[in-house]
């Protein structure tokens, strides 16, 4: 099983990112996609997620009207479209995957409470003011 997340980099505050979620190993189109960020010396926060089968997505409050999630399920991949960057979105962005949809939204409001059965390593987002 493979997530690899590309695109991260450095960007000027009111700039835009989008990140690729690589997914590979598993059973993609059954699969729900979360999008989680660690900023240095925070606890890790969920930020998207979307399942793969049917589409529904859900975006935390801070995250609403500025970023985008979506797929290429012919390519097993995800992407993150972030527009109008906050200094705030600085951090290490994740994608992980679980079986359930309801669970990986569980995860993305409360990342310490519930588990993702799989995790990408990560790319580095900066956001310079």
């Known amino acids: 099983v493979q997530l690899v997340e590309s695109g991260g980099g450095l960007v000027q505050a009111g700039g835009s990112l989008r990140l690729s979620c690589a997914a590979s190993?598993?059973?993609?189109?059954?699969?729900?996609i979360g999008w989680f960020r660690q900023a240095p010396g925070r606890a890790r926060e969920g930020v998207s997620c979307?399942?793969?089968?049917?589409?529904?997505?859900f975006y935390v409050d801070s995250v609403k009207g500025r970023f985008t999630i979506s797929t290429d399920n012919a390519n097993n991949v995800v992407y993150l479209q972030m527009n109008s960057l906050k200094p705030e979105d600085t951090g290490v962005y994740y994608c992980?995957?679980?079986?359930?949809?309801?669970?990986?939204?569980?995860?993305?409001?409360?990342?310490?409470?519930?588990?993702?059965?799989?995790w990408g390593k990560g790319t580095l987002i900066t956001v310079s003011s």
């Open positions: 992980a995957a679980a079986g359930d949809f309801d669970n990986t939204m569980s995860a993305v409001q409360d990342p310490q409470g519930h588990a993702m059965e799989y």
């Open positions: 190993g598993f059973l993609f189109d059954y699969y729900s």
């Open positions: 979307i399942s793969i089968l049917n589409g529904r997505t």
